[in-house]
């Protein structure tokens, strides 16, 4: 019987193809747990008054690493979850702040797809992963190269 809700395999993901991930609003809630979580106990995120008077970015402010993560979830949920193996690196650049209030989304470019010369059934992909916010400007990029099955390496496999 078909499984839905599996990711993309190797073949799926070829040099060129672009895609968008769902949107995701991120709240007060998500901040104050990311912060706790991390212990990322910076006055940036935990002080309200130096935002007002100290800092030189005004609002309510989430980590830039706090919206990759979040955009990680969604990609992980609906392109890799089940064929996604290995996170093997990546680059980023921080483009614009993120706020609490933000509705966020991914824009995926795959730059590279090609199988593994070590592991048979598997392929490396690399793709550039912008985060963009609802007014369409781009907080970060990041290019995550990633470790992924081919339709050839599904057997034996327990989805």
Do not use: C, W
């Not at 799926?12 to 104050?32: M, N, Q």
């Not at 193996?85 to 797809?113: C, Q, R, S, W």
């Amino acid at each position: 019987m078909e499984i839905v809700g599996l990711g993309f395999f190797l073949e799926d993901l070829t040099p060129g193809r672009k895609f968008r991930s769902v949107s995701r609003t991120i709240t007060e809630p998500d901040l104050v747990n990311y912060i706790n979580a991390t212990g990322l106990l910076e006055v940036l995120f935990t002080n309200t008054e130096f935002l007002k008077s100290g800092s030189a970015v005004k609002g309510r402010l989430v980590p830039g690493m706090m919206a990759y993560a979040l955009i990680e979830g969604i990609l992980t949920q609906s392109v890799m979850q089940g064929t996604g193996l290995a996170f093997l690196g990546m680059e980023v650049k921080i483009e614009n702040p993120v706020f609490v209030g933000d509705t966020i989304h991914a824009e995926v470019e795959v730059l590279e797809a090609r199988p593994s010369k070590s592991r048979p059934g598997t392929g490396i992909v690399r793709t550039r992963n912008q985060v963009v916010k609802h007014d369409g400007t781009v907080a970060l990029t990041y290019t995550p190269v990633r470790l992924v099955k081919s339709r050839s390496g599904i057997e034996g496999s327990s989805f």
